[in-house]
């Protein structure tokens, strides 16, 4: 099995989001930048299938140079190999465009990819990546195993979960679930060592347009301040949210 | 050229948000001067969609779809945004609507942007509000593709009435094997229970209740209000709660009308998901927890003497 993760390089959960130039680019001054949250849970379901089912992982990214530090993080972890595409991301579409690419010249049976990305919450690339391979396509995957060609997963669904039975070729767009959270795995000092040796490789982008394009950003508007009311007037909380905020 | 709206259902039944879409596509098509064709599958009330604007209502039935299938449903949507000329296609932000609309995309080689939360600011270029950094902020898109699909965010445009005396008529679709190779092999819900996805209300505990044997209280207070039930990201990890009451930035996102967080410390990741609730309401015994920042109101104090009595108020209220 050749499987392929899709990484993608996002601010970490805690970071500050602020916006540059009028509002029209993000301000990566003082972010860190991790692996997708989603990511990695897919690619630690990755590892699995290789050191037990003997698969090889490559991972990949669509991005500009500045994303290969998380590209040699997904090594440490233990990728085989990883495969960036030189160019600036900036439209679900033509990014799904690019590893359809890469995914047609790898021979990849198996792509992973995560539920959404943080940073523009798209939920669009695993989808559109699948629909122009013509692969089967599960989102939300909160569990999966592999039998041969056949796969056997369970989807996230509301209240509760489906079990869906499938083959590949295949694109699944995971999350916690398809590993817990104990399983994610920090690299080590060998892995780190490892990471430095292994191969990645640059490949130019083919043509694509782009179908949409980011013209500004805006952040919420300021919250007022909370309104405090005494433990021992819980009538005054029942009042309030029934005739000034209409919700009870 | 239309602007199509896939309007949900399941078991027959016209799902929220599918009231919510058509409200938000009648406006979009008046904004095109295009109009507007709702596409309803295995639905049994076609015409209560009429009280949302919706003149014209395409309603396939086909037995193939009436299991959800993604693939099937995308693939019934491009056959009737083909056979209706659709220059926009819009559908909702939920678990399955995200499954479904980057298929129909790559079919129409269309951009597509979901999660939008208020009517496009403007037609050409076509722009739209989207949430964006797990809703610490907002993206406005430009869409700039001849064919648009746009997945409207839960709760954020609303349910808006604008009758019309509308007409249904029957469609084909021929749903191929191809379509169906992703088999459901079966379905496992907690019945009874509002779904987070589905609530007004979300009533929501944290690390700060101890332990899974406190959470009692939680349901039943829940059940008062006939909210759905959720918990912060260590409550889950520590096997406290299911995973999918999970909600947070790496979680469930919260939508709803009224979010009421208990012994929850109000960290940067759960906030951005539980950003888009209307009403956010924190019980916390720690004056200093940032979640008082967030919230609308918050009550200082211990969730095993606040709760009970709110149970106990809230009863009496209901029954007034
Ligand atoms: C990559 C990443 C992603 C994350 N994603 C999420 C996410 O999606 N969702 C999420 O929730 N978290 C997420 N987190 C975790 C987040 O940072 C916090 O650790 C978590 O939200 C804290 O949960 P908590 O508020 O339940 O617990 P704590 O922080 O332990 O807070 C407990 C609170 O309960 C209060 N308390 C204690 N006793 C009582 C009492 N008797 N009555 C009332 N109040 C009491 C305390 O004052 C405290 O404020 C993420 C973290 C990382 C690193
Ligand atoms: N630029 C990118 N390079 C590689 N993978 C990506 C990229 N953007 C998105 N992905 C993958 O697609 C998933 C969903 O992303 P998105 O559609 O942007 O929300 C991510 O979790 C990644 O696995």
Redesign the pocket.
Known sequence: MKILVCISHVPD?TSKINFTENDTVFDTNGVQFVIN?YDEFCLTRAMWFKEKQGATVTVVNVGNASTEPTLRKALAIGADDAIRVNMEATDGLSVAKQLAEVVKSGGYDLVLAGRESIDYNGGMVPGMLAALLDFNFVNGCVGMEVDGTSVSLSREIDGGNESLATALPLVVAGQKGIVEEKDLRIPNMRGIMMARKKPLNVVEPVDAESATMVQSFEKPAPKGSVKLIDAENIDELINLLHNEAKVI | MSVLVFADSAEGKFKKSAFEVVSFGKKVAEQLGSHLVVLTINANKNEELYVYGAEKVVAVSNDSLKTFNAKAYASAINQVAAAQSASVVILDSSIDGLFIAPMVAVALNAGYASNVVALPSATNPFTVKRKAFSSKAFSNTVISSDKKVIGVAKNAYGIHENPVSGTTETFDVSISDADLKIKSVKIEKITGQVTIADADIVVSA???LKGPENWGMIEELADVLGAATAC????SDLGWRPHGE??????KPVASNLYIA??????I??LA?INASKVKVV????PE?PFFKAADYGIVG???EVVPKLIEKLKAFKQA
Not at chain 2, 232 to 235: D, H, L
Not at chain 2, 246 to 251: A, E, S
Not at chain 2, 262 to 267: D, K, L, P, R, T
């Open positions: 959960t949250p | 944290g690390r700060g912060s990201k260590p409550v999970h909600v947070g930035q790496t979680g208990i012994g929850i410390s109000g960290a990741q759960h998901g019980i916390n015994t720690d927890a211990d969730a095993f």
